[in-house]
């Protein structure tokens, strides 16, 4: 028996319970795993509330983790009993143990804190299809990153850095500010005190950017098509502040023949070569100093209900990580 999170509704922070969870014994293809720790991502908040549709009568979420094989089932041949592994998939994460698809699963590399990595799976792997797949990033590109504090814009700010962007940010306080400017970023500007369109204006003279990276959506949208160089790419992977309704392709042509994308991570894991590749990239960086993970707040796995109030309150910055 293992414990976790679940909800049996759809609903605020309140609707999730802290239960017993059965865990059964791995069957073919699959792997138990003793977890160590869990990431807190918005998409935890889209699945909780309803937003995302449920796939069964209750919900456990939690999207990313990290833990130890504890046993494999049988055609498992390249995992075994004590091999440190991490993952990310759409939900099921806030729990002690866990029977995974062992395709799922990525080994980490000697040199990868289990801990930090549960809270950078979803996050470095969103940052690794964001400037390679969904906008391709080329050295000498100003891109606009939107909630650059946050755990993904913490990542993009340092990985834009390495790629040899000029990368631009927002943030809502001053000490969000600080920390963005601490991991890549040229510049971050102050939402909540300035005009984000008019100052990136201001510092591209009036030329505008090659992509802006966009996960508040609702609150942010017409001013990210502001943003925008003559053809270049809004991407909207997420909505923190709400889900885009108003939006019309003819805003693309009154921008200057931009482009738009809504990509979501898991189309972009779906083979597992695909995943491997994006995770060793990620690991790669970790490891030779480029991305560092060390804005991560660290809470007990049975604080999760807080830790969304505070997530979806925008009172945390980098990583929220849940320890097993």
């Avoid at 970790?286 to 979806?312: F, M, Q, V």
Wanted: some cysteine; aromatic content about 8%.
């Amino acid at each position: 028996m293992s414990k976790g999170w679940i909800a049996r509704t759809p609903g605020g922070p309140e609707v999730m319970e802290w239960a017993d969870l059965p865990v059964a014994e791995p069957g073919p293809g699959e792997v138990l795993l003793e977890q160590t720790a869990v990431g807190v991502n918005f998409i935890d908040v889209y699945f909780r509330s309803g937003l995302y549709a449920w796939p069964e009568d209750t919900m456990i979420p939690g999207a990313e983790a990290s833990g130890m094989v504890l046993a494999v089932g049988a055609g498992v041949t390249d995992l075994t009993p004590g091999d440190k592994v991490a993952y990310v998939m759409p939900h099921g994460a806030y729990r002690t143990q866990r029977v995974v698809a062992a395709d799922r699963l990525v080994r980490l590399p000697d040199g990868i804190d289990p801990v930090l990595i549960a809270g950078a799976m979803l996050k470095g792997l969103t940052a690794q299809y964001l400037v390679t797949g969904s906008y391709k990033v080329q050295a000498g590109d100003t891109v606009l990153v939107h909630a650059a504090a946050g755990g993904v814009g913490l990542i993009l700010g340092q990985w834009l850095r390495a790629l040899g962007a000029r990368a631009i940010g927002t943030a809502g306080t001053p000490a969000k500010v600080a920390l963005a400017l601490a991991h890549g970023y040229d510049h971050v500007i102050n939402y909540r005190t300035e005009d984000f369109a008019a100052v990136v204006a201001e510092l591209t003279d009036g030329k505008g950017c090659a992509a802006v990276y966009d996960s508040v959506g609702a609150d942010t949208w017409r001013g990210s098509l502001k943003c925008l160089q003559r053809r270049g790419m809004f991407v909207n992977f997420g909505q923190s502040s709400g889900m885009i309704s108003d939006f019309a392709l003819s805003d693309l042509a009154a921008g200057g023949s931009l482009s738009a994308n809504r990509p979501v991570l898991f189309d972009y894991i779906v083979e597992r070569d695909e995943l491997l590749t994006r995770s060793n990239d990620l690991f790669a960086r970790i490891l030779d100093g480029t991305i560092r993970l060390d804005a991560a707040t660290r809470r007990p796995l049975s604080e999760a209900s807080a830790a969304h109030t505070a997530l979806e309150a925008r009172q945390t910055s980098g990583s929220t990580i849940l320890t097993v």
